[in-house]
C-alpha cells in the first residue's frame, strides 16, 4: 500500500529540502557570472585589446578549468549516497583520494591550459593581442589547483545537503574581484598595470583566496572539522577508488566540455555575418545563461537527494524528490518563459540601444524562451543521473545531440539554403532547441531505465 505521505505532487519535506539546496547554488552560480562580468566590465573600460585579450583566454582556460573541474563534482552525489546509506564513515577516506586525483587533474589541466595558449598566435595577426590572450592563460593556471581544492570541500559540503558556505564564498569572492581586477588592469599603488592579462591574475588570486576560505570553513565546523583532516591528510592513495571517482567523474566532465564547446562554436559561425547578428547572439546567450541557472541548481540539488534517496533505498521518497522536483522545475520554467516572450524588448533593451540589435536579439529571445523546457529537462535528467550514478550517458547524448547532430544543423540553417531559406542567428537557436529535445528524449529515457535498475538491485 502507498504511503499517502509520498502521493502528492508537491511533497512538504521535500519540497523544503530541494528549496534548501537550490537557492543557495543558484545565488553562487550568479555570483560566480557575475565575477565573468566584472572581468568584461573592466577589460573593457582598458581598451578593446584588454578586452579582446580576456575574451580570447577565457575561451580556452576557462572551458578547460570548467569541464575539468566537474569531474570532481561527482563527490557530492558519491558521499550523498553514503550517507543515505547510514555509511558517511567513509566520506573522509572519498575525500582524501579525491584531493589525489585533484593533484594528476591539476598536472593535466596545466599542461593543457599551456598547451592551449599557444593556439592565439594562429587565430589572430595581432602579435600584441595574442601574447596578451597567452599572458592572461597563464596567470589563469596559477589558480588551477585552488580550484580543485574548492571542488573537493564543496562537494563535502553539499553531500551533506549544505549548500550555503558555496553561496557565502561566491559573494565574497565576488566583492573582492572587483577591486582586485581594477588594481591590477591599470595598476594601482604596489600593484602593476597588466592590462587585460592583469583579469587572469586576479582570477588566481580571487580563486585561492576562496579555497582558503572554504577550507577554513570545513575546518571551523564541528561537523565537519574530522573529514577536513582527513582530506589533508597524507596517507597511501587507494587507486581502485581513484578510478572509481574517475571512471564516474570523467563522463560529466566530457558532457560538460561538448556542450560549452557546442555554444561557442556555433557563436564563430555566425561571426561572418556582422557585428549584429554576433552581439545579438551574445545577448540572448546572456540571458540563457542567466535562466539557466535556475534547472542547473534544481539539477544539481536533484543529484544530492536523488543519491541520498538511493544510498537508503527509499523508493517512495525518491519518487516524492522527483514529483516534487518536476512539478516546480516546470511551474518555474513556464513563468520564465512567459516573462521572456513579454518582457524581450525591455530584457534587450537593459543591455543596448541600437535598434538592429534590440530588433534582431528580441527575434532570438522568442527562440530563446521555447527551448527552455527542454533545456531545463535535460537538465534535470542530468542531475538525477549523477544521483544513481549513471553518467556515461551524459556523454554519448551529449556528444551525439550537440556535435553529430546539432553542430552540422546549425552550420546548415544559418549560413545555407539547403533546407530552408539561410536563418542566420535565428537557425543557431532552432539547432539549440533540436539538440536540447533530443537530449532531453534520451537522457529521460535512461533515468526510467536506470531508476528501475537501483530499486531493483537489493
Not at 182 to 200: I, N, Q, S, T
Not at 229 to 251: C, D, F, N, Y
Not at 304 to 317: D, L, M, S
Not at 410 to 424: E, H, K, N, S
Amino acid at each position: 500500500m502507498v504511503d499517502t505521505k509520498y502521493s502528492k505532487w508537491i511533497d512538504k519535506h521535500e519540497f523544503k529540502r530541494l528549496m534548501a539546496l537550490m537557492f543557495p547554488l543558484y545565488i553562487a552560480n550568479l555570483l560566480h557570472m557575475g565575477m565573468g562580468v566584472t572581468d568584461t566590465l573592466v577589460a573593457g573600460w582598458k581598451g578593446e585589446q584588454d578586452l579582446a585579450a580576456v575574451a580570447m583566454g577565457f575561451s580556452i582556460a576557462g572551458t578547460i578549468i570548467i569541464s575539468v573541474g566537474a569531474v570532481l563534482t561527482i563527490l557530492s552525489a558519491m558521499i550523498s549516497r553514503l550517507r543515505g546509506a547510514g555509511a558517511d564513515s567513509k566520506a573522509g577516506l572519498f575525500l582524501n583520494n579525491g584531493k589525489v586525483l585533484a593533484i594528476c587533474l591539476t598536472v593535466f589541466e596545466a599542461l593543457l591550459i599551456y598547451a592551449g595558449s599557444y593556439v592565439f598566435s594562429f587565430t589572430t595577426d595581432n602579435v600584441q593581442l595574442a601574447e596578451q590572450a597567452r599572458q592572461y592563460t597563464l596567470f589563469v593556471i596559477l589558480g588551477i589547483p585552488a580550484n580543485l581544492l574548492m571542488r573537493i570541500i564543496m562537494a563535502n559540503f553539499e553531500g551533506y545537503g549544505q549548500t550555503r558556505p558555496a553561496m557565502i564564498v561566491s559573494f565574497f569572492g565576488l566583492l573582492l574581484n572587483i577591486p582586485l581586477n581594477y588594481a591590477l588592469v591599470f595598476g594601482v599603488g604596489p600593484f602593476p598595470a597588466l592590462g587585460g592579462p592583469g583579469c587572469g591574475l586576479a582570477t588566481a588570486i580571487i580563486t585561492w583566496s576562496m579555497a582558503l576560505m572554504m577550507l577554513g570553513l570545513m575546518l571551523g565546523s564541528k561537523q565537519h572539522r574530522n573529514r577536513a583532516i582527513q582530506m589533508l591528510a597524507l596517507r597511501t592513495p587507494e587507486w581502485k577508488l581513484v578510478r572509481h571517482i574517475l571512471k564516474l567523474g570523467v563522463p560529466v566532465g566530457v558532457a560538460s566540455l561538448c556542450e560549452m564547446s557546442f555554444f561557442s562554436l556555433v557563436t564563430l559561425v555566425i561571426a561572418p555575418l556582422g557585428e549584429t547578428a554576433v552581439s545579438s547572439q551574445q545577448v540572448a546567450i546572456n540571458v540563457s545563461g542567466i535562466i539557466f541557472m535556475l534547472p542547473l541548481s534544481l539539477g544539481i540539488a536533484a543529484s544530492i537527494r536523488a543519491a541520498y534517496h538511493v544510498g537508503g533505498h527509499r523508493q517512495e521518497a525518491f519518487g516524492a524528490m522527483l514529483r516534487t522536483l518536476l512539478t516546480v522545475t516546470y511551474a518555474l520554467v513556464l513563468l520564465l518563459m512567459t516573462a521572456t516572450i513579454i518582457f524581450r524588448e525591455h530584457i534587450v533593451g537593459i543591455y543596448t540601444d541600437s535598434p538592429e540589435i534590440i530588433a534582431t536579439a528580441s527575434v532570438l529571445l522568442i527562440y530563446c524562451a521555447v527551448y527552455q523546457i527542454a533545456d531545463a529537462t535535460q537538465a534535470l535528467m542530468c542531475g538525477l543521473l549523477r544521483g544513481c550514478h549513471d553518467t556515461a550517458i551524459i556523454t554519448w547524448s551529449n556528444l551525439t545531440c550537440y556535435w553529430l547532430i546539432g553542430f552540422p544543423l546549425a552550420c546548415i540553417l544559418i549560413r545555407t539554403d539547403w533546407i530552408v531559406p539561410a536563418m542566420g542567428p535565428s537557425g543557431a537557436w532552432m539547432s539549440f532547441i533540436i539538440a536540447l529535445t533530443l537530449a532531453a528524449v534520451i537522457l529521460t529515457c535512461r533515468f526510467l531505465h536506470t531508476r528501475k535498475k537501483v530499486f531493483s538491485a537489493r
